[in-house]
């Protein structure tokens, strides 16, 4: 396990960095951290920098990165400060999350804000973006915005944005639209299928395409579930479709042809207002289909639209050949295809034609997922997750050769960017101190003895499976907010509200 130590300064080589530096070292008297100082440096031989891998030091100074320097380890320094020396682990800059559902206010049986953020910080998420639904009431105004930032209050061990929902009953109506943007929202999100949840319904290419002209104005994205549900000759009837444990069942009630009827709308979407929406932007979540649906978006980028595209770890971990009969843990929409397309993804996710990756943490209370029943056809949808992520994504992606900087790209730097959050992303000068440190060669196993910190623990399709990549700590604005199991005292994580 790597501990924390707190050092004399160390003497760091080849900089004139060090002639501003003050040789004080506040102490902070808040319970936001476990680290009780204000200005400090964290040390490590391997620390993810846009500009590479490098040892050295990153000085933090109330909540700041106020410089990133290159050298080696020497004790005994004369230049005053703190030092917390993490070694060989991994410095990389906090997680991004734009895609998880801590449904609060209204659903907090479900997950919730504390245990929901909790978790994050155990998996080296610094600041997640919470989806507008399975919360209640839906995000879809700005009533409904403010209700769910009021929710968050001393509850958020991380920092939380928020995405506005784009529904029928505010499509077309510029003024709800605005307002909602104007509270905060930082986008929007829409389902171009139902939803499963009643108070936010799906919305068509004619809804979509209205909205992009407001959010252009914002400079805000629209980000879309994109299957559409095709009539009964695209896919089997429920009668005929067999026996409802098996996972191949509920595999034929999604088929691709629903991803890519969906994103072949998106783009027309896009090239129809290009001309009149300038700014607007669609960032497809959950790419599952990496065949037509993919080609689809590769065509589109290379006209000029404004498009990205995320895909999650459980598409890139989990095949359909290998989901158990009856185990709707792994119950997901779109669902996780065969193996084939999981190599599909992976090659398109090293090539650079999936921009990013979320985790798209979905839970609910355990008797939604009818383990008993096995049912994959009556089962809530949705792969709890947020813990896992940084350690699953590493896992999976090494037989790939996957680097640490293509982590810190897909994690943070382009989900921060979509996010419109210029101060996250990179271990950077002048950047919020948002940094994970962990170990990508210890091993666990996710089991009854090792502490998961979602609300429901047994829910999760990880449950069981070895993974590599330890967190040992995380750094949320200069608080070290969770070391080796232990988070700080008080919730102090930020609601973060877009500037109008």
Not at 41 to 67: C, D, M, Q
Not at 204 to 209: E, L, P, Q, R
Not at 263 to 275: F, G, M, P, S, W
């Amino acid at each position: 396990m790597w501990r924390w130590r707190v050092l004399p300064l160390l003497s760091l080589v080849a900089s004139v960095l060090f002639l501003y530096i003050r040789t004080s070292s506040k102490p902070s008297n808040s319970d936001c951290s476990l680290l009780p100082h204000e200005h400090y440096w964290i040390y490590s031989k391997r620390i993810v920098t846009p500009e590479g891998v490098l040892a050295g030091a990153v000085e933090v100074r109330e909540g700041f990165i106020a410089s990133v320097v290159r050298g080696d380890y020497q004790p005994g320094g004369s230049v005053g400060g703190r030092v917390v020396d993490y070694g060989e682990a991994i410095i990389m800059p906090g997680l991004v999350d734009v895609h998880a559902h801590l449904d609060e206010p209204g659903r907090t049986e479900w997950e919730g804000f504390s245990s929901g953020t909790r978790a994050a910080a155990a998996g080296g998420v610094t600041t997640l973006i919470d989806m507008p639904l399975n919360n209640f009431p839906s995000t879809v105004s700005e009533e409904t915005l403010k209700l769910k930032v009021e929710a968050t209050r001393k509850k958020i061990y991380v920092d939380v944005g928020f995405w506005g929902g784009l529904v029928p009953d505010n499509a077309f109506n510029k003024n709800a639209l605005e307002s909602l943007l104007k509270a905060g929202a930082l986008g929007l999100k829409s389902f171009m299928c139902p939803s499963g949840i009643n108070d936010f319904p799906m919305t068509n290419a004619t809804h979509i395409k209205e909205s992009l002209y407001t959010l252009a104005k914002y400079k805000r994205p629209l980000l879309v579930h994109a299957e559409i549900q095709l009539d009964s000759s695209s896919a089997e009837s429920i009668d005929d479709l067999g026996d409802s444990r098996l996972y191949s069942t509920y595999l034929k009630t999604r088929p691709p042809s629903w991803e890519v009827a969906a994103i072949r709308q998106l783009t027309e979407a896009l090239q129809n207002t290009r001309n009149d929406a300038k700014g607007a932007h669609i960032h497809v979540v959950h790419l599952s289909d990496a065949r037509a649906s993919l080609d689809l978006i590769k065509e589109a980028k290379g006209t000029g639209v404004s498009l990205s595209v995320e895909t999650c770890p459980h598409y890139l971990a989990f095949t359909a050949e290998d989901i158990p009969n009856g185990d709707t843990r792994f119950k997901c929409a779109p669902p996780i295809r065969d193996g084939a397309n999981k190599e599909k993804l992976w090659e398109a996710l090293m090539e650079g034609h999936i921009d990013m990756l979320s985790s798209d943490h979905s839970p609910s209370t355990p008797d939604l997922k009818l383990f008993n029943e096995g049912d994959f056809l009556r089962a809530w949808g949705g792969i709890s997750s947020l813990q896992f992520v940084l350690p699953v994504t590493w896992t999976y992606g090494k037989q790939y050769g996957v680097t640490l900087n293509q982590l810190a790209s897909w994690w943070s730097e382009k989900p921060a960017k979509l996010a419109g959050q210029e101060l996250k992303g990179a271990i950077r000068r002048g950047n919020h101190a948002d940094l994970v440190v962990w170990d990508p060669d210890a091993e666990f196993e996710i089991n009854e003895s090792h502490t998961i910190f979602h609300k429901h623990q047994n829910i999760s399709a990880y449950v069981g499976k070895r993974l590599s990549g330890k967190v040992s700590a995380t750094f949320v604005r200069g608080n070290l907010v969770y070391s080796e199991g232990e988070h700080a005292p008080t919730a102090c994580g930020v609601p973060i509200l877009a500037k109008s």
